[in-house]
């Protein structure tokens, strides 16, 4: 018997009979039967696998057996068990046909009889009727077993048969589902499958009760026996706004919300953030643990309910004062209320939990003393380093989970570190943890297996990362090309290292930005590039083939993005004083090297990584503002200014405006303007990327105090007019829809009409904005914009469309703020890939203070780009009644002779 090794789909042509089995390597002596330790996915650590030496066709053209699919016994969730049964069922059918060539029919237990084959989906009744084992299983364990000669896989659960019927294709079927989409199918063709004649296995159990990654493209989480949806057994997300229900309690009991400056504020039904209900009020503790009994009862097999508190702050005044007058925190009032919950969930409920999630206040004040027996902790780390949380709580928590971003922010290269997740997994199991939530949001094609691996060790903490690592390799580029990828993934393992302490993990960079680049070297992209050059000479198979590109074309895309890195470096160590023009040409030099390697990146981009956007990028949503796959803000580490510490393209700007100012006021010593005009156009035909900035220079030179053209209307806001217009409607029907797109935010809303050419939008708010034209103070003409609200973040919106996206811009506007309000500010490019989006805060100024942006677009769009963009002004932090800010007089103006006002 041998194990194939498959080069992807390939062809259809039937090959001789191949036995998709492998090879044992401890057999039980004096026994027809062997007990197994070799290497399979997702084996937990206790599981049973015994396979006898005989062998028997399971499927073949003389023997195809029926899918029998049995139902559960029923119960609340009956359903959606059935679901997965069924789903299994499919999932046989589907890849034994792309196996074999066969298709299986699939019948009811009622319409299966002895006398032909079967293969036995789930079994009805309690677990154990069939296999005893069973009844001291996980839901989510599972059998994969023969009797005579019919196969049975039975779960603890629908889902656990779910699990089993994954665990089968992918140990006796050569099943791997490697990425997303049809080219992350990985199979044999055969033209019959052959498994042990006598064959038990009993996995029990995982060893992460939670393992659910938030995935995108469309992956299927299951697939890697992962938790999806419904599945997960644990709550621990953002959960208050669900037990107090606005809509559902906000009128009969006003005293679960918060007060906020002498007056209960019930917040709207859509409002999941932005609020806290009043943890102190006895009538609150008595809700949550309603809400217990209803969760528990509808969902069986649910272990915990979630008490961690909505996103966005927003605490009650009583909760407040409480802890003023008691000399203590916010956190502690918060647990004063998750304690006497738990209390009451452990007299009905004592072997379920309640859980928080290490968030806000909980992540700044851990507990003075130790938390109720039944309280679970979901620690939570930007960085990927838990060790301080697990410090902090220790002895005041008994059961832990963990919720980690495993993507890091803005990455374009492999942030590989697969043997340093199992010491993160293997610490949280030290710790008592036993639930692991992620987000991942990558490209599968340079990610996939670290997800891969970690998938694995949630079942089985000491799996052998190894084996993992060249098992997926193998099915990823086939057997030839592995070895040559497994170095390319190990180079980039030993960048991770580099910034790896004993005492921190430092999984991911928040926000990735250049700081991903740090630790790379030239030696390190030459080793990749001969393991890449390597493969590609061996690999074997089209699909194989493909699968290489697609992790070509993203180390491509890290190299363009390293080469402009190297740029940004040099840009930045140039000290602000300019000793020469000779010196400021060599260093205008650089900077068109710098913005010729950002044009690389994007051609690259564009050509490579768009067509492949289902594996080498993280896909947004389709519209026709962003109509391409890519959802490229997510995956850029030059975001503008979204993060005071992202300041790869601002840095960059400013060096360039330094040297080019510098250039043009030596070169005005010894010559006209427009001589100095005319050599920035030579300039900019010698090296086209720095036509913005030789226009930016030449309306300088040229027009000095000419007056631009205002692209946005009414920014004075002297215009009231007609919310109910057509174009007016027309206008918030567009921002609502994502025809044009705004702040980019899943907590947003569009909210109504504020004047002519504005619209209200809200991010976090329990209640929407006030939004007035202030007639009584203003900075230019008659009246100003005046913004109330209670939240994160509110305020307006306005849109145009750019001129010309290659050209540079600015954005500047008076504003004032009192009361302790923030002033907030953004605007977003859309219909271009290139940096779409900036945010910033504003001055702290009880005075009009004047506020100037100046921005680049991007010079080489292609044809289907044209370029608008949305700006928005609000408040940030408005938790009173007297904080409001006030702006006038925006300006969206374009830097070159042809923004002038006509």
Not at 597 to 626: H, L, N, Q, T
Request: hydrophobic residues 40%; neutral net charge.
């Amino acid at each position: 018997m041998t194990r194939l090794m498959t080069h992807g789909t390939g062809t259809r042509p039937m090959v001789a009979p191949i036995i998709l089995i492998l090879a044992a390597l401890l057999t039980i002596p004096g026994s027809a039967a062997r007990q197994t330790r070799r290497f399979m996915p997702f084996l937990a650590p206790n599981a049973v696998v015994n396979e006898s030496t005989e062998s028997m066709s399971l499927v073949s053209e003389k023997r195809q057996p029926v899918i029998v699919v049995e139902e559960t016994a029923g119960g609340p969730r009956a359903d959606f068990e059935n679901k997965q049964i069924i789903k299994s069922a499919e999932l046989l059918v589907t890849y034994i046909e792309k196996i074999s060539g066969i298709t299986l029919k699939q019948v009811n237990a009622a319409d299966a009889t002895p006398a032909a084959p079967r293969i036995f989906v789930h079994e009805t009744g309690p677990p154990g009727k069939l296999f005893p084992d069973l009844r001291t299983a996980d839901a989510h364990g599972f059998v994969v077993a023969t009797r005579g000669n019919d196969l049975h896989i039975v779960g603890g659960s629908g889902v656990g048969t779910l699990y089993g019927a994954w665990f089968f294709l992918q140990n006796y079927c050569g099943l791997r589902i490697v990425m997303p989409g049809e080219l992350g199918k990985v199979y044999p063709r055969a033209d019959r499958i052959e498994i042990p004649r006598n064959l038990y296995v009993f996995n029990d159990s995982p060893e992460f009760l939670l393992r659910i990654h938030s995935l995108n493209n469309g992956f299927d989480g299951s697939a890697w026996l992962a938790d999806f949806g419904a599945s997960q057994r644990f709550d621990y997300h953002h959960n208050l706004w669900r037990i107090y229900d606005p809509e559902k309690f906000g009128e009969n009991h006003p005293e679960f919300f918060p007060m906020r400056n002498g007056k209960r504020y019930i917040p709207r039904a859509s409002v999941r953030s932005g609020w806290q209900p009043t943890l102190s009020e006895p009538a609150t503790i008595r809700r949550a643990s309603e809400y217990a009994d209803e969760a528990f009862t509808e969902f069986p097999d649910k272990k915990s309910i979630s008490l961690t508190m909505n996103d966005g702050g927003g605490w009650s005044d009583i909760d407040t004062e409480k802890a003023k007058l008691q000399g203590r925190t916010l956190a502690e009032v918060y647990y004063d209320f998750v304690n006497a919950v738990a209390q009451e969930v452990k007299k009905k409920w004592p072997d379920k939990f309640v859980t928080i999630l290490c968030y806000g206040e909980v992540s700044i004040h851990p507990p003075k003393v130790p938390l109720e027996d039944n309280v679970m902790l979901f620690i939570f780390s930007y960085s990927g380093n838990p060790g301080e949380v697990l410090d902090q709580w220790q002895g005041k928590v008994k059961h832990l989970g963990c919720y980690q971003w495993i993507y890091g922010h803005s990455y374009v290269t492999p942030n590989h570190w697969p043997h340093a997740i199992q010491d993160y997994v293997q610490l949280i199991r030290r710790h008592g943890g036993n639930a692991f939530k992620t987000e991942f949001y990558a490209a599968y094609a340079d990610s996939g297996a670290k997800l891969w691996v970690l998938s694995n060790l949630l079942w089985n903490t000491q799996a052998d990362v190894d084996a993992l690592l060249m098992d997926y390799f193998e099915h990823m580029y086939g057997r030839e090309a592995a070895p040559a990828m497994a170095r390319y993934f190990a180079r980039w393992e030993q960048v991770y290292e580099r910034r790896r302490t004993p005492e921190k993990f430092n999984l991911v960079i928040f926000p990735g930005g250049e700081t991903q680049f740090r630790h790379i070297t030239d030696a390190d992209l030459a080793v990749c590039q001969e393991a890449l050059r390597e493969a590609s000479g061996s690999v074997v198979g089209e699909a194989n083939r493909q699968r290489l590109d697609m992790t070509t074309r993203l180390f491509e895309q890290s190299r363009r993005f390293y080469t402009m890195y190297k740029s940004l470096e040099t840009l930045k160590g140039y000290s602000e004083d300019i000793p020469s023009l000779g010196d400021a040409e060599e260093r205008l030099n650089i900077a068109a090297s710098f913005l010729e390697a950002e044009g690389a990146i994007y051609d690259w981009r564009y050509a490579k990584i768009e067509p492949a956007a289902m594996y080498c990028s993280v896909m947004g949503k389709s519209s026709p503002a962003r109509p391409w796959g890519p959802n490229y803000l997510s995956t850029d580490p030059r975001l503008l200014y979204v993060y005071a510490d992202a300041k790869w393209v601002k840095v960059a700007d400013a060096a360039i405006n330094r040297i080019v100012q510098y250039i043009t006021d030596a070169r005005r010593g010894s010559a006209t303007p427009e001589q100095v005009a005319d050599y920035w156009i030579s300039q900019a035909k010698r090296r086209p990327v720095l036509a913005a900035y030789a226009e930016s220079e030449r309306l300088k030179l040229l027009h000095p105090n000419a007056p631009l053209q205002n692209l946005l209307g009414n920014g004075s806001f002297e215009t009231v007019g007609d919310p109910n217009s057509p174009e007016a409607q027309a206008f918030l029907k567009a921002m609502r829809s994502y025809d044009i797109m705004w702040n980019d935010n899943d907590h947003c809303t569009v909210s109504g009409v504020a004047c002519e050419g504005w619209n209200v939008f809200e991010n976090r708010c329990p209640l929407p904005p006030t939004v007035t034209l202030d007639r009584a103070t203003a900075h230019e003409g008659a009246t100003s914009l005046r913004i109330q609200s209670v939240g994160q973040f509110g305020g307006v919106l306005a849109h145009t469309a750019l001129p010309d996206p290659r050209s540079r811009y600015r954005l500047s506007f008076w504003c004032k703020a009192q009361g302790g309000a923030r002033i907030r500010y953004g605007l977003m490019l859309y219909k271009i890939r290139h940096l779409p989006y900036f945010e910033l805060y504003g001055p702290e100024a009880e005075e009009w203070t004047k506020v100037e942006i100046d921005f680049p677009c991007h010079w080489g769009l292609k044809p289907d780009e044209t370029g608008d963009i949305s700006v928005w002004l609000g408040i940030g932090s408005g938790n009173s009644d007297e904080a409001a800010v006030w702006f006038d007089a925006v300006r969206l103006v374009r830097l070159s002779p042809e923004g002038r006002a006509n």
